[in-house]
């Protein structure tokens, strides 16, 4: 499967790391829900880390859809919540 | 259990790609509607780039003004100690206190604006690359494929697209809102220099410290001068040893009559 980060690309990704991927993301939706930013910080770390280390970056020219799409290192909790709450996330 | 962050977050995607789709009949006009966009972006990431790229450089200026008062309050100081005026120097070591805070934020602001700037080069990048892969991609699915057989393909494509154009397009508003509170705060600097609070950069204005000083030293230089003779004469200490001697200790603020005033000028 494909992962993207933002603002980093694309990372190319064996399914065999999707269940190890999907507890740290659950783990990542309830800290945004609770509003623990220390903790959404902790895991968005943890949960980056994993797809780089796990993965191979796709090249900037390829064209393929992601599956799954992470927020950039350093967004806060606040913007996270604003980019599932609303349609803010393709210009125009 | 639901699903989490980044499945949503791609969903979410997804969405809004079929969504776009779905506004035009013929694919092919989807194709040449979606380069379209994408171009614009372009422009508006290039645009973007080069706004904070004029507001980091900005930054850079006030920054230099700001450590060039700084290092003046400093030699003020150090000359006002030596004429015996620690009420002075202490005034200009107060005022260069505040400057230093003020360098140190913009310090972190500058770095701040330097990794959103190269965070906006390399999207900025990324999508110019995306960009000629589609138009290639666009023309080989028009020249190779029926309306039914190209749908398949367009949308994969143009999911592919449309999430680089989103991550590009907040890089950008993030970009957009850091210069937006930097040029606020770069505002605030000029009018504090416009106000004479800090000097201006053309160095012409004298501000009160200078003129107090200068002042002092007309009269100081020749009691500099007569000491240093004296001193040369006697074989003994330095001239500003002398003069450090004829000081009633440290702390103690001038006389009345030489009290400075700190008027604007």
């Known amino acids: 499967m494909i992962v993207r980060i933002m603002g980093?690309?694309?990372?190319?990704?064996?399914?065999?790391?999707?269940?190890?991927?999907?507890?740290?993301?659950d783990e990542l939706l309830d800290e945004m829900e609770s509003g623990d930013e220390a903790g959404f910080r902790r895991t968005l770390g943890a949960l980056l880390e994993a797809v780089r280390r796990m993965g191979t970056p796709l090249p900037d020219d390829a064209?393929?859809?992601?599956?799954?799409?992470l927020p950039a290192p350093d967004a806060t909790l606040g913007e996270v919540r604003e980019m599932l709450g609303d349609d803010g996330l393709i210009p125009g | 259990m639901s699903d989490g962050v980044m499945k949503r977050m791609g969903m979410?995607?997804?969405?809004?790609?079929?969504?776009?789709?779905?506004?035009?009949?013929?694919?092919?006009?989807t194709l040449d509607y979606s380069y379209q966009k994408q171009l614009e972006l372009l422009q508006k990431v290039r645009r973007g780039v080069a706004d904070v790229a004029t507001s980091r450089k900005r930054l850079e200026l006030q920054l230099n003004q700001l450590q060039g008062q700084s290092a003046k309050l400093e030699d003020q100081g150090r000359k006002a100690l030596a004429l015996g005026r620690e009420d002075l120097a202490r005034e200009a070591l107060t005022r260069r206190s505040a400057l230093q805070q003020q360098?140190?934020?913009l310090e972190t602001q500058h770095q701040t604006l330097q990794g959103e700037e190269e965070k906006l080069t390399l999207a900025s990048q990324r999508l110019q690359a995306k960009v000629d892969a589609f138009r290639t991609k666009k023309e080989t699915i028009k020249?190779?494929?029926?309306?039914a057989q190209a749908q398949t393909r367009i949308g994969e494509a143009f999911s592919g697209i449309s999430e680089e154009m989103g991550d590009v397009g907040?890089?950008?508003?993030?970009?957009?809102?850091?210069?937006?509170?930097?040029?606020?705060?770069?505002?605030?600097?000029d009018e504090l220099m416009a106000s004479g609070a800090l000097d201006?950069?053309?160095?012409?204005?004298?501000?009160?410290?200078?003129?107090?000083l200068d002042r002092l030293s007309g009269g100081s230089d020749v009691e500099l001068e007569l000491q240093r003779m004296k001193a040369e004469l006697s074989g003994g200490s330095s001239g500003q040893?002398?003069?450090?001697?004829?000081?009633n200790g440290a702390g103690q603020s001038a006389p009345q009559q030489d009290r400075p005033r700190f008027d604007k000028q």
């Open chain 1, 8 to 25: 980093e690309g694309q990372v190319k990704l064996d399914d065999a790391h999707f269940t190890e991927l999907n507890k740290l993301d």
């Open chain 1, 63 to 69: 064209l393929e859809p992601s599956e799954l799409i």
């Open chain 2, 12 to 29: 979410i995607f997804r969405a809004k790609a079929n969504k776009a789709l779905d506004r035009a009949e013929d694919p092919r006009e």
């Open chain 2, 103 to 105: 360098v140190t934020d």
């Open chain 2, 143 to 147: 020249a190779t494929y029926t309306a």
């Open chain 2, 170 to 189: 907040m890089a950008i508003q993030r970009a957009e809102d850091k210069t937006a509170q930097l040029q606020a705060r770069a505002g605030a600097i």
């Open chain 2, 200 to 212: 201006d950069p053309s160095g012409m204005a004298k501000d009160d410290i200078t003129a107090e």
């Open chain 2, 241 to 247: 040893q002398a003069i450090e001697g004829g000081q």
